[in-house]
């Protein structure tokens, strides 16, 4: 398999991050990516990046040869109602779509899975927010078919994040918990696409990981929209 797209990308306006937007662009173009999102941290993450950053976003081309470039965000939510930590329309409208995730310090760990779920939800009902970023962390618990469910009434993105799989990644019990996922996404008939959470320009692309997961468990390629860009964009309500 050969994915196209990664929209889930962070530059060194994340704070954490060490590459630029040239850098992130030229290694998509490396690896064949057909269509590239920058996702930059929202600023309530220590070290996020301004309200500034996103507003601003309009600046950057939306086409570097063949490559098309989104503009989003990885916001943070921020409580179990599924509120997140940006609300200025202003820099909500320079976006193409927003990421919400579960991270700590931003929300405490929970290990009721009913609160979390509705605070997934919550996030789904955020008519900026298009994608569940990095779901399947054990300190973040839910119910697998209420919460796909509700990515299939909402038209929320589930991710798989390949950085979660690595041996760097931080975050309990991915796999096992992404099977269950799955195992209603085909049911339900829910597209989930991969991302790779890049934090450094060499990872833009890499989705060794996801992919040995995906046939592992053989998921349709149907559902997976890494396949198709155009069917991508359409899932976001994105017309380039
Ligand atoms: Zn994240
Ligand atoms: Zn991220």
Known sequence: MKFYTDIHVHTISSGHAYSTIL?????AEKSGLKILGITDHSDF?????????FSNLKIVPRKVNDLIILR???????DYEG????????????????IASFHPPCIEFCEDKSTVTKGIIGAMHNPWVKVIGHPGDNRYPFNAEEVVKASKQTGVI???????????????GVKENLIEVLKYCNKYDMPIMANTDAHICWEVGEFSCSIAFLEEINFPKELI?????????DALGISI
């Open 83 to 98: 509120n997140i930590d940006i609300n200025e329309e202003y820099a909500l409208k320079s976006l193409d779509y927003v």
């Open 45 to 53: 993450l220590p070290g996020g990046a301004h309200i500034f950053h």
């Open 23 to 27: 850098e992130n662009i030229t290694f």
């Open 158 to 172: 589930l991710e798989i994040n390949d950085a979660s799989f690595k041996p760097t990644s931080v975050r309990p």
């Open 225 to 233: 929209l890494n396949l198709y860009p155009e069917k991508l964009l």
């Open 72 to 78: 989003g965000m990885e916001a943070n939510v921020m």
